[in-house]
């Protein structure tokens, strides 16, 4: 392996600058990785881009971004999930400016070109001047490559990537488990929490399994839960807290691991007093007990994060997604989840559920402020002593194949950052 | 009807909100805490319209209880954001009161916040709701809602350390 050095740190090749323990923090810095960062991952992988929820009918749509596109996803009139590049073909005007919303067809504002929810161009005014010129079925929107599993939309620029589903491999697995926190009801968005920090993505992709962080940084959030939460929450000592590589840069931390599965319930524990209200709201509502026991025990979401490189992580009880925007700027979402029933069961669960997220996450959450000031310092200091690297090696002397055969080790250890920078070097020295 | 920025109820409003302002400045957090009703809610909502608060999502959703904690949170010296906060410096102005009775004011206004840190200058421009409860004197007049919509709500802001 070549060592980095102050003298050659600025000259290797990218895919020199992640070793097995220790990565670079030119990785950080540098703009022309992070140009090559978004050809080489952002336009190659699969890109989370939507959860089913938020496309509930023909109509429906969600503009985001997929490396350096912006999109418009849409649910066509035959139900088909459809990942539209954002991007008028006349002259390139963006056709949507709204985040989310319901439409028949997008029109340009700037000379009405019209393109249906398919991206297949309709109609242009005026047409007669381009008879002969050019054929309107070439000129649909560009349209990219769109898989889902388990309600989970992705895109991708690479019309020859793997397909989603060998992409994801053994994390499909661990959608299913993140879903169950539906208690019985499908998984729906019920908002999203968006800020930035001015660091570099892999910062964050990096703390959405560290687990070593927590009790440090979020000390302040644990003094403001109650014991119960706060007991569940204490995974540093606890020898069954472990983090898997699942492969392809994929990662599950376990923090909660009898949370797991949460559909394996055997009865012995507890609901925690804290929602003896919501219990008797859902019993006034007609709920039975095993609903009501279902739907409590999930209310917390799921014991583990599920981190899908490169973008989005499925924590717990909500999405994190990432969106780099330069190589020390990054947009962040929170997307608070819960259940898609009947309002009088899913009203209380859902409430409950925003709170807690409100409680952590978005910008004056109790949580992300503190974990943003942490990123940002981390892109300030890595400016300093370049031959320096930045450590992945926690737990390295202690990572074993679990049973499944996957790489394992502590949840505080930094097994799944390893997984995630072995990924990205794969990619970074494809050509 | 037409209410005035000189009627004295309104006047007090006024004086309430601009006191708050230097306390949050300030970062008398304890004291800003004082000048809430026991029922009071504080919210800073993501959509920029909306009136009812439980059902979605929001940036700060404060009652009674929550304000304590985040007190405590802004004031204990282990929330990292908090201890290493930008320094703000904030002007409400452009008010309208829309109700006016001699227990209470409703207030609209204007809300610019400079926040200083680390060689760079955040802006944070908001709408704000208020709704004053008028006590026996202006000490004891309360603040019974304050809904602060930024301009960007639905947008990236930045993670602070500070209250809006
Ligand atoms: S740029 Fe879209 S119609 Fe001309
Ligand atoms: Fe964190």
Known sequence: MTEFT????????PADLVLGDRVAGRMYTDPAIFDQERTKIFERSWIWVAHESELPKAGSFKSTHVGRHPVIVTKDRKGEIRTLVNRCRHRGASLCEKKTGH????????????????????????????????????LGLKTLRTESYGGMIFATVDADAEPLADFLGDVKLWIDRFMAQGGGYPVKVLGTHRFTYRGNWKIQLENTTDGYHFPIVHRSWMASVDAETAEMMSFMTDPTAVTHDLGNGHSVMQMVPEHSDLEADDGSEPLQPRFDGLVAQLEAAGADEAEIRRLVRAVHGTGFNL????????????????????VDETVIEHVALGSDGPAEIVGP????????????????????????EGWDRVQRGAQGAPELPIMVNRGLGREKPSAEGWPTSHVTDETGMRAA???WKRMMSDD | MTETLTDPRVVRAIELAWREAALLDAKEYEAWQGLYADDARYVIPIERDAEDFDDVLNMVHDDARMRGLRVRRMTEGYAIAAVDSAITVRTVSRFIPTDVDDRSVTLKAAQIIVAYKRGRHDLWAADVDYVVRLGASG???????????????DEAVPAAGFLL
């Open chain 1, 6 to 13: 102050a003298a050659t740190v600025y000259d290797l090749p």
């Open chain 1, 103 to 138: 439409a028949n067809g997008f029109t340009c504002p700037y000379h009405a070109w019209s393109y249906g929810l398919d991206g297949k161009l309709r109609g242009i005014p005026y047409p007669d001047g381009y008879e002969g010129v050019m054929d309107k079925a070439d």
């Open chain 1, 307 to 326: 981190n899908l490189f490169p973008n989005v992580s499925m924590s717990i009880s909500f999405f994190r997604v990432l969106r780099p925007i330069s």
């Open chain 1, 349 to 372: 669960v859902n409430r409950e559920r925003l709170r807690a997220h409100e409680h952590f996450q978005g910008p004056f959450g109790f949580g992300t402020p503190d974990d943003s």
């Open chain 1, 421 to 423: 920078y072995a990924q």
């Open chain 2, 139 to 153: 000490d004891e007049d309360r603040f019974a809602r304050k809904v602060v919509r930024l301009v960007n709500a």
